[in-house]
């Protein structure tokens, strides 16, 4: 069966510190792979998104970058965090080839301090 | 891009009583539509979805509704109980300017069940 992880479950950071979050799928080959962010009381917002390895794509400009170095290994990072940073980061993969259901890892809790 | 508007943010009912969460979409192309209920602290889960060829899904005491003319869903959740307590999201397919499909999601609906 197929299981997804990501770590760090919490972390607090300083403002100017650099971000490493990893997420990895076992179980399936050449997965979507997706990071979102969920601020507090908002719903989920679609950061970056992955079809196979070294492919990144976003729509949404901001602070954070994402990398894909390995077939089911994802990774957010950011060179200097920003207050409006601090949120809950979940990654998430689906079939290859498929806008269908979406399988969530843990998630990682960000703040910012 | 797609926009997905969910409506109420949030519902409180009493235990027995039905609950109705309200979701509009704005890409036409959408065709792939779920549910997420997430409870405090932890990860979303899929609790039931439709796809554009049906207009009305059934599973034990949940259902969801399909309006494509009107681009509107609806999530129905009858004898509701306190463990149905959570933040629901709808969501609906979109098409990235780069060809693929993802999913944009509603901003989430806090269901609150009084015993």
């Known amino acids: 069966s197929q299981t997804i992880h990501q770590w760090p479950a919490t972390l607090v950071q300083p403002v100017g510190s650099p971000l490493s979050l990893e997420c990895t799928v076992e179980g399936t080959s050449n997965p979507n792979l997706y990071w979102y962010r969920q601020a507090a009381g908002r719903g989920l917002q679609l950061l970056f998104y992955s079809v196979g390895i070294g492919q990144i794509s976003s729509e949404v400009p901001q602070n954070l970058s994402a990398s894909r170095p390995q077939d089911r290994q994802f990774i957010l990072s950011s060179k200097k965090l920003l207050l409006s940073d601090s949120g809950f980061y979940l990654c998430?993969?689906?079939?290859?080839?498929?806008?269908?259901?979406?399988?969530f890892g843990e998630g990682s809790r960000l703040t910012v301090l | 891009g797609e926009n997905v508007e969910q409506h109420p943010s949030t519902l409180s009912v009493q235990e027995g009583d039905s609950a109705v969460i309200k979701c509009t979409y704005s890409?036409?192309?959408?065709?792939?539509f779920p549910w997420y209920k997430q409870e405090l602290g932890k990860r979303p889960q899929l609790i039931i979805d439709i796809r554009s060829n049906v207009g009305e899904k059934k599973d034990q005491r949940i259902a969801v509704t399909l309006n494509k003319t009107a681009k509107h869903f609806s999530l129905h959740i009858t004898e509701t109980q306190p463990e149905d307590s959570a933040v629901y999201f709808c969501a609906a397919s979109a098409r990235w300017h780069s060809g693929y499909s993802t999913l944009t999601f509603g901003k989430g609906t806090m269901l609150l069940v009084s015993p």
């Open positions: 890409d036409s192309a959408s065709n792939y």
């Open positions: 998430a993969w689906s079939v290859e080839g498929d806008t269908g259901e979406l399988f």
